[in-house]
C-alpha cells in the first residue's frame, strides 16, 4: 500500500512537470491492473495518463486516442456501457483527426464501438460502425499478401478483419 502511495505521488508530480515518457507506462499499468481486476487503480492511471496528456499537447493525437480507447474497454467490463459509448466515439474522433481515415487503432475503436451497440440493441448503428470497422483497417484483404515472411502488421490488418466480419456477423443474426 505503501508503494502505491508513492506511485501516486510520483504521477502527480509528473503530471505537474509533463513528463511525457510516463504516458506509455501509465498504459501498460493500466493493462497490468486490468488483468488483476484492479478497477480503481486502473481508472486512476487512464485519469492520470489522459490528464498527462493533455498538457502535453492541446490538438488529437494518437495517444490520446489509445488512452480513450482503453477507457472505453474498461468502462464496458465493468458494465458502464453508456460511459463507454462516449469514451469510445470520443476515441473515434480523435483517431480520424490523428491517424486518418484508415488505420488500424481506428478499426479497433470502431469494433469496439460496434460491441457496444449490440450491448445496447442499436442495431443498424452496430452494422454501420462494424462496415466502418472494415473500411478503416489499414490494409484490406485483398491487398494483404504473404510472400515469405509477413510483416507482424499484415497479420495484425488480418486479424482485424477477421474479427470486423465475425462481428459483422453477429450484428447481421441479430437483425434478422
Known sequence: MYYYHLSKEHLQAAVGNEHSEIVPILTNLVVL???AKQTDSVFYYLD???????????????????????????LYDVGRIEESYEATKKAIEIY?????????????????LTEILLTQN???????????????????????????????????????????????????????
Do not use: C
Open 48 to 74: 492520470v495518463a489522459e490528464q498527462l496528456q493533455n498538457k502535453i499537447t492541446q490538438r488529437p493525437s494518437r495517444r490520446m486516442g489509445l488512452i480513450l480507447t482503453q477507457r472505453g474497454v474498461e
Open 122 to 176: 442499436r442495431l443498424k448503428e452496430a452494422l454501420i460502425s462494424v462496415q466502418q470497422a472494415t473500411i478503416s483497417n489499414s490494409r484490406q484483404l485483398t491487398d494483404t499478401t504473404f510472400f515469405g515472411s509477413p510483416e507482424p502488421d499484415d497479420w495484425l490488418n488480418f486479424l482485424g478483419q477477421a474479427k470486423a466480419q465475425t462481428l459483422k456477423a453477429k450484428v447481421l443474426w441479430a437483425l434478422a
Open 33 to 35: 491492473h486490468s488483468m
Open 96 to 112: 480520424r483527426v490523428a491517424v486518418g481515415e484508415r488505420h488500424s487503432e481506428l478499426a479497433f475503436a470502431y469494433r469496439n
